[in-house]
């Protein structure tokens, strides 16, 4: 069973920083592609980090460019989502998932693990 455990997050004011980590198992870590979700109220979710380890790829959306980065720690077999400059449109849960493909997903289907979620609260 795929275990992917979130961890950071909580409340900043604009123009913060937080980092979100995710612990996965090594297989998990290793071979499948990893992303970070977020889901604001009222809204879809979507991709707004994705990375496939194995192959060095990653992917980010437009609007998380030059703010936010993705990195992995080998040993620990840990994800983790580094955020600055935070606004309050930041505000949402983010997610952990993971997908068997071999190609950075961006599609929610084609994640089949996910995280519990963590809240990311951004005020102005």
Avoid: H
């Amino acid at each position: 069973q795929v275990q992917l455990v979130e961890s950071g997050g909580g409340s900043v004011q604009a123009g913060g920083s937080l980092r979100l980590s995710c612990a996965a198992s090594e297989r998990v870590f290793r071979t499948y592609g990893l992303g970070w979700f977020r889901q604001a109220p009222g809204k879809e979710r979507e991709l707004v980090v994705g990375i496939m380890w194995s192959r060095g790829n990653t992917y980010y959306a437009d609007s998380v460019k030059g703010r936010f980065t993705i990195s992995t720690n080998n040993a620990k077999n840990t994800l983790y989502l580094q955020m600055n400059s935070l606004k309050p449109e930041d505000t949402a849960v983010y997610y952990c998932a993971a997908s068997p493909s071999s190609t950075i997903g961006t599609l929610i289907s084609q994640y089949d693990y996910w995280g519990q979620g963590t809240q990311v609260t951004v005020s102005s």
